[in-house]
């Protein structure tokens, strides 16, 4: 009997909770598509009369804000920020997992005190050193800082990942005549696959999500647009405007999302895999 | 080969060719694994170098330049600056803005924390387990993670400003709107229910990762001795999770230390600084303004504060963790 009712009150919960995660999203997909009045008066309905694609259509020719240039630049930089973050990562995580020297484990926790740096101490000093190098507002700049950033997390993970690779796998290479190099791009990089996909996955939402930097390292000179600065600088100017807000946020929301349903399992299932890792 | 070496050093140097003095220096390792050891750790710097000097150049040499600059008064375009010594840092200490960012970050991360572990916690156990309604809450929860906090904190203004969602409906039902955006008491207020609406699902997937390290045989002894739910929760769960409360207590309040991108969407710090985070003193008050020395000095505070509080909260932790053990 305790039991059953206990549950009960369980499921009413639940139900609770899924309502108030639902029910933005149901705002923002029912309001997209209605005009400021309706928005202001019932923004709940979803009576059929007043639906129209037209604020959906003005966002997406929005002249201060081309979101589909918004959206390939931001892939763009994912793609490039994983792809430099693994190709920095691996071999370093190779060499400091299976290093017996002090001076590995030294190595090692200076990339882990990056985990202790928030992004908002380092973004004011990097711009002087972007400034040095003559990679401010650029691209490559850009990509290289996100993907260092990266780092920390990527050889947290990585380090005790190889470490629970076997050793003779190394040395059955070596004999065959493989450099080290080698050794791990072919043989031990391919058994990392689980925790590259939880990296991956981890990289991807935070370079995605990424607002303080992209819009200082890249800033408005440079041209350059992510998703967020966008969407920031796009609604920042119309903030009372519900029938600008409303449209931008679903545009700006509707293909993560369509991505995460897709992809759900091993999102979840990548960030669950990396926290009983660690 | 050695041993014929090895005569020949001790017969005295003037009688070597100059190729044979080589090996007399590094009578002790045999030559071959020497060359081995060198490739190895020239592949070792190769392997190493480029991350580490990535970190170096990205992170600790601005973390160093920080430093350096947090004791001038540089405001970011003169050609010189002035040496302060400690000026900035007793400054922030008596800044009440500083003092008021320093409240409100701490009100949202001590009630944030406690929310998105507790809310973690439980839906994690009621979640725990096969099932597709489970699987498909799971992903409710956690979906804002992909949104992006600029793009939820547009959102949720747009549903809670006088104008917005739930205004309307008050006021369509005849009641008084809610200022939840202009008080300055509800707009803390809201600003700490976004924060956990959009952390807590992280706290989830990682608290029922927590549980599958449970093993079954731990819980079926617990039932078959008879204990209730909570006993068996209590007593046996709780304390099997003790390492992933300290991973979730570490995540969520290193994160809710530095929210700035929420409130910058939300309120812009706004009603008159009520919900002004520390994050968004540094950057939105001082970087903006120029007053580059000044926003190092509350940038390195904040380093040494998370630092610090983690470590704390790990060490209390790894206490009562041993204490739970005994």
Request: proline residues 6%; glycine residues 8%; hydrophobic residues 50%.
């Amino acid at each position: 009997m305790n039991r059953k009712a206990g549950s009960r009150v369980g499921s009413v919960m639940l139900g609770l909770f899924a309502l108030v995660m639902l029910v933005p999203l149901y705002l923002v997909i029912v309001n997209a598509f209605k005009p400021e009045s309706a928005i202001r008066q019932r923004p709940f309905s979803a009576a059929p009369g007043v639906l129209s694609t037209d604020h959906l259509r003005a966002a997406l020719s929005s002249p201060d804000y081309n979101i589909i240039k918004a959206f390939g630049v931001t892939v763009m930089f994912v793609v490039l920020v994983n792809v430099l973050s693994l190709a920095l990562a691996g071999p370093a995580a190779y060499v400091i997992a299976r290093g017996t020297r002090r001076w590995h484990k030294g190595m090692l926790l200076v990339f882990l005190a990056g985990l202790f740096i928030p992004g908002q101490v380092l973004v004011i000093p990097v711009i002087y050193v972007l400034r040095f190098t003559g990679l401010m507002g650029t691209i490559p700049g850009f990509v290289l800082y996100e993907a260092t950033l990266t780092l920390p997390l990527s050889m947290f993970l990585f380090v005790g990942y190889i470490k629970s690779i076997p050793r003779e796998l190394d040395e059955a290479a070596q004999i065959d005549g493989a450099g080290r190099l080698r050794t791990f791009w072919q043989v031990i990089f391919p058994l990392m696959q689980p925790v590259v996909v939880t990296a991956i996955v981890l990289h991807t939402i935070g370079v995605w999500t990424d607002f303080v930097n992209p819009q200082i390292v890249l800033g408005p000179t440079s041209g350059l647009y992510t998703v967020m600065t966008g969407v920031y600088s796009a609604i920042g100017l119309h903030t009372t405007d519900l029938s600008v807000v409303y449209p931008t946020l679903l545009l700006a929301i509707a293909p993560v999302l369509i991505f995460f349903v897709i992809m759900q399992r091993k999102i979840v299932g990548g960030l669950t895999a990396g926290a009983t890792k660690g | 080969m050695r041993p014929s070496n090895a005569t020949l050093t001790a017969s005295g140097p003037s009688d070597n060719p100059p190729v044979q003095e080589r090996p007399r220096r590094t009578q002790h390792t045999p030559p071959r694994p020497l060359r081995v050891r060198a490739a190895r750790s020239l592949s070792s710097i190769f392997m190493v170098g480029p991350a580490l000097a990535a970190v170096v150049a990205f992170i600790l040499i601005p973390v160093v330049v920080a430093g350096r600059l947090s004791f001038t008064d540089w405001d970011g375009f003169s050609d010189s600056y002035k040496s302060l010594g400690l000026d900035n840092y007793v400054q922030l200490f008596h800044d009440p803005g500083v003092k008021n960012a320093a409240y409100v970050t701490l009100v949202i991360a001590v009630v944030g924390t406690v929310a998105c572990n507790v809310l973690g916690l439980g839906l994690a156990v009621m979640l725990n387990g096969e099932g597709r309604v489970k699987a498909i809450l799971r992903g409710l929860f956690f979906y804002p993670h992909v949104l992006g906090a600029v793009i939820i904190g547009f959102l949720w203004s747009a549903i809670l400003s006088s104008e917005g969602a739930i205004n309307t409906l008050l006021s369509a039902a005849h009641r008084s709107k809610i200022p939840f955006l202009s008080d300055p008491h509800w707009a803390l207020a809201s600003v700490v229910f976004v924060v956990i609406w959009s952390t807590f699902g992280v706290n989830v997937v990682l608290y029922l990762a927590g549980l599958q390290t449970i093993p079954e045989s731990l819980l079926e002894a617990a039932r078959i001795d008879g204990a209730s739910r909570w006993q068996t929760f209590r007593q046996v769960v709780l304390p099997m999770l003790a390492p992933t409360v300290t991973i979730n207590v570490v995540l969520v309040l290193v994160q809710l230390l530095r929210v700035y991108d929420l409130v910058l969407a939300m309120t812009d710090g706004g009603p008159a600084g009520h919900t002004q985070t520390y994050a968004y003193l540094v950057l939105s008050e001082s970087f903006l303004n120029g007053k580059i020395g000044y926003a190092s000095a509350q940038s390195i505070v904040l380093m040494i504060v998370i630092t610090v509080l983690a470590i704390v909260v790990v060490a209390l932790r790894q206490r009562s963790e041993k204490a739970v053990e005994q």
